[in-house]
């Protein structure tokens, strides 16, 4: 079981980068909110800005390793998540509409994995009704921060903690 902390900003206005720290306390990667361009983030503010924006998961030297971009196609929403590495592409969307408990799943060709998403205690990453990996943020008022703190379990199909932090981003702090 890996370990992943950091903290990011409760003002989604910001684009700053934020480290990534594993349990040994080592910064080992960073997160930040990015637009495609400045006519994008200027339209973003019309929009709460939680449209036009990007959640990237960056290497140190600031190569971008995982990112996510909501989607808006024919009156549908959804996540696009890429892993820029491994060039796989994952969709995040809620399915079971229809009766009435809508379900957030990321998707891809090799599995199906549903996100278990609470707001106030920890969310869970399951896939064939077991847990293996798991994202909780605690927002502090005095700060405007959230601590976040990820882990994944070892027999987790993606072990890379910038898959789980890109999609937690998106998918806890915008909402699809």
Do not use: C
Request: aromatic share 16%.
């Amino acid at each position: 079981m890996q370990t992943y902390t950091y903290e990011v900003l409760g003002n989604i206005k910001s684009t700053e980068q934020q480290p990534v720290y594993n349990e040994a306390g080592e910064q080992i990667l960073k997160v930040q909110r990015i637009y495609d361009n400045g006519l994008k983030k200027l339209l973003d503010g019309y929009f709460d800005h939680r449209y036009f924006l990007k959640y990237a998961v960056l290497r140190n030297d600031g190569q971008s390793l995982f990112e996510v971009k909501k989607i808006f196609r024919r009156g549908k929403v959804w996540f696009e998540g890429k892993d820029l590495v491994l060039n796989e592409k994952y969709i995040i969307n809620y399915e079971n509409w229809r009766i009435g408990v809508p379900e957030l799943f990321i998707s891809s060709d090799k599995f199906k994995m549903k996100i278990d998403k609470e707001m106030e205690d920890w969310s869970n990453f399951i896939i064939d009704d077991e847990v293996i990996a798991r994202w909780l943020a605690v927002y502090n008022e005095q700060s405007d921060m959230f601590s976040v703190k990820l882990v994944v379990w070892d027999e987790a199909p993606v072990q890379d903690p910038a898959f789980y932090i890109a999609i937690a981003q998106a998918t806890l702090f915008i909402g699809v």
